[in-house]
């Protein structure tokens, strides 16, 4: 069946602008999993949703970032006034329930912020 | 903090020679641990995973070991192949504390390259 997807694959934005990503997990994936990658590291935990409940958002850097699904499906990433820092991918991964699960991880959004 | 690491950043092997790829993590408390394989442009795809009560478990052509007593985890490729060639996580995760815990942590990667 169909992977994790993830919209646009690259965005450039100038600095200041605000962004959002959208994330399609596997069909029937309870949970859904948004990470931060820079250049030449691992990802790293943004926030996490089960169903349509955002149960952890501790990764998140900053209050600019948000992250809302809404109906339980389909995620959205939102960075407001976004600054060259910001610059990164930014990876959805889905898994089937919840911990101790294998992620699926999509192909990521490459934002760059100029 | 507590967290994933890798001994070698960079490995080249020949293409055929097996390959071994090793990380170390610090949390006792994690319990779950997934390789994972990055090519250029791509998102991590799943490997294999292992759970604490094994210390081993084979794949197609991989094979994961764990060594819970030296907190140590590799990653076996027999047979390496040019598709082979990319970059490896390995990520644990321990179990939830409330609703927290669910994410996986990283390392911060092994370059495989295989040589023809």
């Known amino acids: 069946g169909a992977g994790v997807s993830q919209s646009p694959r690259y965005k450039v934005a100038k600095r200041g602008q605000d962004v959002a990503l959208r994330c399609d997990p596997i069909?029937?994936?309870?949970?859904l999993f948004w990470y931060q990658q820079a250049l030449g590291q691992g990802p790293e935990f943004l926030t996490y949703?089960?169903?349509?409940?955002?149960?952890?958002k501790s990764g998140l850097p900053s209050d600019r970032f948000f992250a809302e699904r809404p109906e339980g499906s389909v995620s959205t990433l939102k960075i407001q006034r976004t600054q060259q820092e910001d610059s990164a991918v930014y990876l959805c991964?889905?898994?089937?329930?919840?911990?101790?699960?294998?992620?699926?991880f999509g192909p990521g959004t490459r934002l760059l912020v100029l | 903090g507590e967290s994933v690491g890798l001994h070698l950043p960079t490995l080249s092997v020949q293409e055929g020679d097996n390959s071994i790829i090793n990380c170390a993590y610090s949390?006792?408390?994690?319990?779950?641990f997934i390789w994972y394989k990055q090519e250029s442009g791509k998102g991590p795809q799943f490997i294999i995973d292992?759970?604490?009560?094994?210390d081993k478990r084979q794949g197609q052509r991989v094979t994961v070991l764990l060594n819970k007593t030296v907190k140590h985890l590799s990653l076996q490729i027999a047979a390496t192949q040019p598709g082979d060639s990319a970059v490896y996580f390995c990520?644990?995760?321990?179990?939830?504390?409330?609703?927290?815990?669910?994410?996986?942590?990283f390392g911060g990667g092994t370059r495989l390259m295989v040589k023809p």
């Open positions: 991964a889905s898994s089937l329930a919840g911990n101790q699960e294998t992620q699926y």
């Open positions: 069909s029937g994936h309870v949970s």
């Open positions: 949703f089960q169903n349509e409940a955002q149960l952890d």
């Open positions: 949390n006792s408390a994690s319990d779950y």
């Open positions: 292992i759970r604490s009560n094994m």
């Open positions: 990520a644990e995760n321990k179990p939830p504390n409330n609703n927290a815990g669910n994410m996986l942590t």
